[in-house]
């Protein structure tokens, strides 16, 4: 650089090491393009769950930040050891506990090409490609489970964030306020996820009476506990405004009876907000098609392509019947914005809390032109057939199901026919963590420690369920000896 050049810029040289020239970028790409590639190339071999990991060691304290700067290799060796190889590893086949993400490789270099790219997706003015290009993928969403045009929504950074758009655009369309919360209930289940009573608490609804509707022998919720509820509570001078559904439960893939539930809503003028934050994008399936039909009943539905679609984590989807709910719930102007409002097109940050805003939808837009919604769908068969797989090896093990997978989640436990069930279940589970190679988790149903298997990674196919029946049969041959 020359010296006028330097004495224009206001800078130093040391600083301007932030701009990479392109022979910089090309050596910046090939370390980081050969780590990600050595990783994918691995998984196969890798552990889902390194159970031993959590102590901190020395290498930690390079995650501080200091004066004193690092190699690159030396960087990715502390991510390699530190990050990579601690914990669960949610990118691996083997990973069927929890809500198992994905982690696309095809997603990740739409998040690079966002990432550089550097567009501001929250306002149409601002990125007028890259709202319309989310705008497809809500309406893509929005028609497959169903709604009629009219509809709207926002991608957010995952189910927690899409619960929490749902449950206030549902408080402001009902006008929920001080002089009428105390009164105002909302319904749903033991079975809802624990972002559900979050965004209660962020959005202020705490002060509502909050009521758990008793579940069938299926863990749905109870149509006929729901309707009497909601009557008693009308005649006690209750307002019933919110209900909250599952379309795929996390503890067991419960879907509760949207259809009856929607009639009752309807009758009430309740709202009805149903979580298909794991079980939406079955209905890319025909199986799914069938079970899940009566999604488009419900006033808001949330999905998960960090799921279904098995994007990195960090992807969600909120999708509200009517958009004129959702404006009204999160339309707000200021000066500082005025260029962006002579744009009639509705921007993202109009449409949710969010004002600075990622632009997510490139992750889960690329896989999709690239592949086609036909490849999703096949892989999600698969799951559903490797759910029927496990499903038939558990009972010929001896293996209690809870109760019938609707989807591919398998909650399952071993009768010992002694007082220390919940105890040598525990072994069981503990076996399969130590050795690594498959990560399933616990729940408590009917008050009893259940082990739970939940198949969705794209990478889990009949050898990791193979893996899991072989862990399980060894030691239960231990256990039962």
Known sequence: MSKKKREDSFISDRSLQLEENRQKRKKLDKVVLEFANDFVNSISKSKAFHNKSHKKTKQDNLFEIEEKTLKLNEILDIIQQRVVNTGLNPASGGHLGYIPGGGLYSSSLGDYLAAVTNRYAGVFYASPGAVRMEDALINWCGKL??????????????????????????????????????????????????????????????????????????????????KDQVEKDAKEGLNPFLLIGNAGSTDVGAIDPLKDLSTICKRHSIWFHVDAAYGGFFTLTEYGKDKLRDLKSADSV??????????????????????????????????????????????????????????????????????????????????????????????????????????TIIAFRYNFNCLNNDLLNTALLNYILDDGRIFISS???????????????????????????????????????
């Open 145 to 226: 489970i169903g709604y009629d045009d009219g509809f709207g929504g926002n991608i957010t950074s995952g189910g927690s964030i899409a619960n929490l758009i749902a449950l206030s655009t549902a408080k402001k369309h009902h006008d929920i306020n001080s002089k009428n919360i105390s009164k105002s209930v909302i319904y749903c289940s033991q079975q809802a996820h624990h972002s559900i009573y979050k965004a209660i608490n962020t959005v202020g609804l705490e002060e509502c009476v909050i009521r758990q509707i008793p579940l069938d022998e299926e863990f749905r919720i109870s149509t006929s506990n729901f």
């Open 302 to 407: 949330i999905l998960d392509p960090h799921k279904g679609l098995f994007m990195p984590y960090g992807s969600g989807m909120v999708l509200i019947k009517d958009i004129h709910h959702l404006l009204k719930a999160n339309n707000y102007s200021a000066n500082y914005m005025q260029d962006a409002v002579k744009e009639s097109h509705y921007s993202p940050a109009d449409l949710s809390p969010e004002l600075s805003k990622h632009f997510r939808g490139l992750r889960m837009w690329l896989p999709l032109k690239l592949y086609g919604p036909e490849v999703f769908s096949n892989y999600l068969e698969e799951k559903l057939k490797l759910t029927s797989y496990l499903h038939k090896k558990l009972l010929e093990l001896g293996f209690t199901i809870v109760c019938e997978p609707a989807l």
């Open 443 to 481: 729940t408590v149903l009917n008050d009893k420690f259940t082990l739970r298997a939940a198949i969705l990674s794209f990478r889990t196919h009949k050898r990791e369920i193979d893996i899991l029946i072989e862990l399980l049969k060894f030691k239960l041959e231990d256990l039962t000896v």
